[in-house]
């Protein structure tokens, strides 16, 4: 396999998909070593096969808002590959969500759920619809609507979708009760991210930042370096960096840095529990605006509009929103603000200079893969409590999570470490997430 060759090709398929064409770029260049090794896997054309999704799903979703007009947006579902389970993945709402965004996360999140260890394929979905500044109401509608769609691709043993950005529990809650009607059945394996009361998992919502605090915890032992008095800057201010800001200051760091898409709150003496709490609120509102931080708790933050968590001074980043947030040029100013460790929490946070700065200036660095498989995992550990219709209190789920968020990174550190000890944890992810999955492929033939 040459990398160069295949990416050719796929560039002339798909010339204006450039996140997907970067996810699999970045997977490439870590595995060819480790493929050409593989001569079995060159005969069946496992990566041709791997690169290209199983089916994708488009479909227009109509819905009324509350002016009575009808609104058009378009929704889709990405099945990537079922080798080692059902497929498994979030549904993202977002303006930005485009074909290319999703086949780039379906393709991650087969390699992520491969790491995990439990039996799950990758997938993603969603649509183009912004629920910044809509009601309760149109929300509702409007996951009714993409239900009426999406219901008969997904199932129990077939597709099980999850939130994402834009999806938390009140759109679940939505989606799953128009799916409980439309297939008249009471069964709450098909949706995970679900409310505790019926079907939903302790510690789901927190789990992709607990997780990735767990993991980041990991780095840093194996590393020689303790996470106690770490100051942490966090992009988001959503699920994601909620979980990853309530554990970080569990295990004592010092959150000293939230941002949005207006600008960052500098909390120079660390986030409270009681400012944790109001990120809840500011999430629900809608009104994506992280100054509302500042404008509650002004003499503990301080807003500054059109700048990014990446402008304070830390120890530690933890990219927690969006693909491709973090720059080669953020990547500097961490550096220059004292930076020492980055943790993608977010998928594909970092762009590839950002990542090779990194990784050329000491500063230890994971990929989101890794690092946020603690979502997914705990979404397993929901389907598995479905399916036993049973519950496990916060301690057993937390333990299972800590428990995979090790093993997680004891691979990373297995098929990563470099002739001078040091873990090269972008390379270590990728191989150890695709040598699961091709060998899966590999034993059921060429389908």
């Not at 994708?56 to 990537?80: A, L, M, P």
């Not at 966090?234 to 970080?248: D, L, P, Y």
């Not at 004592?252 to 529990?273: F, L, M, R, W």
């Amino acid at each position: 396999m040459k990398t160069k060759d295949i990416m050719a090709r796929l560039q002339a398929k798909y010339p204006g998909e450039s996140e997907y064409l970067q996810a699999v770029q970045e997977v490439l260049e870590s595995i060819e070593e480790v493929y050409n090794q593989h001569p079995e896997f060159e005969k069946a054309k496992i990566v041709e096969r791997m690169v290209e999704p199983d089916r994708i799903f488009s479909f227009r979703v109509t819905w009324v808002d509350d002016k009575g007009e009808v609104q058009t947006n378009t929704g889709y579902r990405i099945q990537f590959n079922s080798a080692i389970g059902p497929y498994k993945g979030g549904l993202r709402f977002h303006r930005a969500v485009t074909p290319s965004m999703l086949k780039f996360l379906g393709f991650e999140q087969t390699f992520k759920n491969a790491l995990t260890t439990l039996p799950m394929g990758g997938a993603k979905g969603g649509s183009d619809f912004d629920p910044k500044g809509k009601t309760d109401e149109e929300i509702m509608r409007f996951c009714q609507a993409f239900m009426l769609e999406l219901w008969q691709c997904i199932g129990p043993d077939q597709d099980i979708p999850a939130g994402d950005v834009g999806v938390g529990g009140r759109e679940i809650g939505y989606l799953y009760g128009m799916y409980k009607k439309l297939a008249r059945e009471y069964n709450t394996g098909v949706l995970t991210g679900k409310g505790a009361t019926w079907g939903g998992s302790i510690l789901r919502p927190e789990a992709t930042g607990f997780g990735a605090l767990y993991f980041t915890q990991n780095l840093l032992h194996h590393a020689g370096k303790d996470i106690k008095g770490c100051r942490v800057a966090i992009s988001g201010f959503g699920n994601v960096a909620w979980g990853a800001c309530t554990k970080a200051l569990e295990l004592g760091a010092k959150v000293v840095a939230i941002s949005g898409p207006d600008g960052v709150c500098e909390i120079p003496d660390g986030i409270t529990k009681e400012m944790i709490d109001y990120m809840l609120v500011m999430r629900a509102s809608n009104r994506d605006r992280v100054e509302d931080m500042a404008t509650r708790f002004p003499d503990k933050a301080r807003f500054t509009a059109a700048k990014k968590a990446w402008s304070v001074k830390c120890d530690i980043a933890l990219p927690c929103a969006f693909q491709n947030e973090l720059s080669e040029d953020d990547a500097k100013e961490l550096k220059e603000n004292g930076c020492w460790c980055c943790c993608e929490v977010s998928n594909m946070g970092c762009q590839p200079g950002a990542i090779h700065f990194f990784q050329h200036n000491g500063i230890l660095f994971a990929p989101g893969k890794a690092v946020n498989a603690g979502g997914v995992a705990t979404s397993g550990l929901e389907m598995t409590q479905n399916a036993e219709h049973i519950s496990w209190s916060g301690k057993e789920v937390d333990e299972k999570l800590h428990f995979i968020m090790n093993n997680i990174h004891e691979q990373c550190v297995k098929f990563g470490t470099q002739p001078d000890g040091s873990v090269d944890y972008v390379k270590g992810a990728n191989i150890a997430g695709f040598m699961k999955v091709a060998q899966a492929m590999l034993e059921q033939g060429t389908i």
